[in-house]
């Protein structure tokens, strides 16, 4: 059984179209997070939610939206997709907000053309 | 803020040893975290360090000196399956959460 499962995989898009990444974890955890990890393999915090929450928000621009219908779900919407946004982001959840041993979904590679 | 550097790439032999540093500058401390992360696939957590001194687990060990800003982790008896990118990570206390910074990962490539 997956803990932190992310859809989809991989994702191949044009400039100005919009986008869906879906995340579920089955671990009963309180909080769930967005990261984006680019090509120089830096992985940065880009949301946090806590029991559908949204408790921590970085300097990310508009155009990305998350949504938490119920704290085991997270999902993060892309509008006008732009080429600096081909990165994998992954989903990560933990037991608590103060926790920082995260589990990892196995990302999203996308890449906009 | 957060600061965390750490060495791009290193390489070792099956069977050795090898010591990857971690130097940090924060804002607060709320403990030093080491992640493993193969490449394509998703960053695991490893270790965790909030008093200074070593942790062992296994074939792993992590060094914390919080006076010196310093970590270490320490793979011994390495095996090919080891060759993988670690990353050093440190929490900053958010308003209302920890937010999780991330060094940009040393690569370990182990040979035969």
């Known amino acids: 059984d997956t803990a932190v499962s992310q859809t989809p995989k991989y994702l191949v898009t044009q400039m100005g179209n919009d986008k869906s990444i879906k995340c579920e974890q089955n671990l009963g955890h309180d909080t769930m997070y967005w990261y984006k990890q680019d090509s120089k393999k830096f992985l940065k915090i880009m949301f946090s939610?806590?029991?559908?929450?949204?408790?921590i928000n970085e300097t990310v621009p508009n155009r990305f939206s998350p949504k938490s219908p119920d704290k085991a779900h997270l999902n993060l919407h892309i509008n006008s997709l732009e080429l600096g946004d081909s990165a994998v982001y992954f989903c990560?959840?933990?037991?608590?907000?103060?926790?920082?041993?995260?589990?990892f979904g196995e990302g999203s590679r996308l890449t906009v053309l | 803020g957060q600061n965390i550097d750490q060495p791009t790439e290193m390489t070792a032999t099956e069977g050795a040893i090898v010591q990857i540093n971690c130097t940090y500058q924060t804002s607060g401390f709320n403990g030093l975290f080491w992640y493993q992360q193969h490449a394509g696939e998703a960053p695991t957590f490893l270790s965790y360090n909030v008093l200074d001194g070593l942790e062992e687990k296994g074939r792993f060990s992590s060094f914390l000196s919080r006076s010196k800003g310093y970590s270490y982790l320490l793979l011994k008896e390495l095996q090919m399956k080891d060759s993988a990118s670690y990353l050093c990570a440190a929490p900053t206390d958010g308003a209302a959460g920890n937010k999780l910074t991330f060094g940009g990962g040393t690569r370990v490539l182990v040979k035969p």
């Open positions: 939610y806590n029991n559908k929450e949204l408790i």
């Open positions: 990560a959840s933990s037991q608590e907000r103060w926790s920082g041993e995260l589990f």
